[in-house]
């Protein structure tokens, strides 16, 4: 099976000095085209496992393969798109010129760059914006200005790191949709870190539920909704019942949010239950 | 429609701005200078007239001339029959800026350099640093022979004399873009290095697409106090090298007539300042133009 998957991690730990374990025994598989949330507390190692797959941290054990081959050779070979937290940007490129970074780092010539960008503008929706700097846009623009350049090589994997962490709650959800749309129409894999329910339920097709100290996959939750998903998706019965499911499975795990200490609060469980 | 209005707005406020915001600096600038004449003067009034004397120092035509003799000195004969004082002085900065421009390129690439070097090697900088520093603590004035006598005689004739001082220019001029480099290309944030290498970026790649572009605030700082310095440099190396074509030589010169012509050596100075002004200048027109960074990054 492991031969057709994206990422396929088995046994994969990860102890800082200090004997700090930040994850244990990892055993995951990720199908192309799979949308799959990573959701933890603070701690739980959801950040660490994803730069392990993305080979921007080393595992102190266990096996990372991706498409068939190291970590390491995925990264050279330019299979990873990432997008972080923040977005990033270089202030001193344009926003086309940002999202061509990776274009002109793999040689791509100037007029097949200006093509490919032209695409990637329209498809985050930003056509016009391709000659402003980066500070001119809002964060939700320039969020979409990175999911652009993560896309913009046709990479195998898609790696984001709570990229609207820090966002409103509008943008959030205007930007979860638009994720999706992208996600249909470039039909790529990604690996997604969050530590909102709803966003992990709206986004997957499975929502792997970490637990912390030290860092194991606590539950993995298929997520049966229909696609494509929208608006509606959000009223939907079935998901506040898989809402509630991650929320149940979180709580196993020792993880209720009401016992989070106040500060380590980035758990959002979920506000719009019935 | 409506947009194009707007569009067209905006574009046209800035410049107004600009036009307002220049105005207000030139006449800031002009008040600073009128205040500082007015105080120069004052004072100088004020203690001829109640006989103030600070120690051996007593206000007079020979420790503080007149604004308008300093100014009206340049316009006067340099030597009898000879030509003005100013087209004197202005062959003089011009010969000086020669070797200021050339010292500041040299010191500019080579501290740029020497700051990439250290930058790679935490060995190297551990190794290097401590002399990188203590080639600042050797005086200028005690480096400045040993370049003109051993350097002059290896110089093509083209170069010869001018391009020693040059490279004394360069010697002062090289530390603060050396540090600042060091310090600017070491400083960008880690997620920016975690990107580059997602792309699997070569480290010459990471150099000039990420490194340098971030460094170039800092490293326009250093050359801000470069510029200036390097013309300090060509001025204190004209005079070991006993060049008389640059203000070096006009200072020594007119430092020795002090007694009979005050006005002139002030007048010198004042030649000497205006073009470590222009080097400064220079510097920020360079700034404007290269580093294109959010507003939060420029000083």
């Known amino acids: 099976m492991s031969g057709s998957a994206v990422v396929s991690l088995s046994n994969v730990t990860k102890a800082f000095g200090g004997g700090v374990t930040a994850l244990q025994s990892i055993d995951l598989e990720v199908q192309p085209g799979e949308f799959v949330s990573l959701i933890g507390p603070s701690g739980c190692g959801k950040s660490t496992l994803l730069r392990i797959v993305g080979d921007l941290v080393e595992p102190t054990s266990g096996d990372v393969v991706v498409n068939g081959k190291s970590a390491r050779q995925a990264r050279l070979d330019r299979e990873y798109g990432i997008v972080f937290q923040d977005s990033v940007l270089y202030d001193w490129r344009t926003v086309s010129k940002n999202i061509g970074l990776p274009l002109e780092l793999l040689g791509w010539d100037r007029s097949k760059r200006a093509d490919r960008v032209r695409e990637m503008l329209e498809l985050v929706e930003l056509q016009g914006f391709g000659d402003h700097r980066p500070w001119q846009l809002s964060g939700g623009m320039q969020q979409r200005v990175s999911i652009a350049r993560a896309l913009s090589f046709s990479p195998a994997l898609l790696l984001m790191d709570e990229p609207f962490g820090a966002l409103d709650e509008m943008t959030r959800e205007r930007l979860n949709a638009e994720v999706l749309r992208i996600w249909a129409r470039s039909r790529s894999t990604v690996l997604f870190v969050t530590h909102s329910i709803p966003e992990a339920v709206f986004l997957s097709t499975r929502v792997v539920v970490m637990s912390r100290r030290p860092g194991r996959i606590a539950a993995i939750v298929d997520v049966d909704l229909a696609q494509p998903r929208g608006a509606d998706t959000r009223e939907d019965a079935r998901f506040f019942e898989l809402v509630t499911e991650v929320r149940d499975r979180l709580r196993e795990g020792g993880l209720d949010a009401d016992r989070t200490a106040p500060g380590e609060g980035e758990l959002v469980v979920g506000g719009e239950t019935p | ?299």
């Open chain 2, 1 to 299: 429609m409506a947009y194009a209005a707007t569009a067209r707005g905006r574009s046209k406020l800035p410049d107004a701005e600009r036009v307002r915001t220049a105005a207000v600096r030139v006449g800031l600038f002009l008040a600073v200078l009128a205040g500082l004449s007015g105080l120069w003067e004052g004072f100088r009034a004020f203690a001829e007239a109640t006989g103030l004397r600070l120690g051996l120092f007593e206000a007079n035509d020979r420790t503080m001339p007149h604004i308008h003799d300093i100014v009206g000195q340049l316009f006067e004969p340099s030597r009898r029959n000879g030509p003005l004082l100013i087209d004197v002085l202005w062959d003089a900065a011009l010969f000086t800026a020669k070797e200021a421009a050339v010292g500041l390129v040299l010191g500019a690439l080579f501290g740029f350099a020497l700051g990439v070097l250290l930058a790679h090697s935490g060995l190297l900088q551990r190794g290097l640093l401590p002399y990188v520093v203590a080639s600042q603590t050797v005086p200028i004035l005690a480096v400045a022979p040993m370049v003109v006598v051993w350097g002059n005689p290896r110089l093509p004739p083209g170069l010869r004399d001018w391009g020693a001082v040059a490279v004394i220019s360069a010697y002062l001029t090289f530390f603060p873009v050396t540090i600042n480099t060091l310090r600017g290309l070491t400083s960008v944030d880690p997620r920016t290095i975690d990107l580059m290498r997602s792309y699997a970026a070569s480290w010459w790649s990471v150099l000039w697409k990420l490194r340098v572009p971030a460094a170039l605030p800092f490293i326009f700082a250093a050359l801000k106090i470069a510029a200036p310095a390097s013309v300090v440099g060509a001025i204190i190396g004209e005079l070991p090298a006993s060049i008389q074509s640059g203000l070096g030589g006009a200072i020594l010169n007119f430092n020795q007539y002090y007694i009979t012509s005050p006005p002139s050596l002030w007048a010198t100075n004042l030649i000497a300042a205006l073009l470590g002004i222009t080097f400064f200048l220079t510097v920020v027109a360079a700034e404007r133009v290269l580093v294109r960074r959010a507003p939060e990054h420029f000083a």
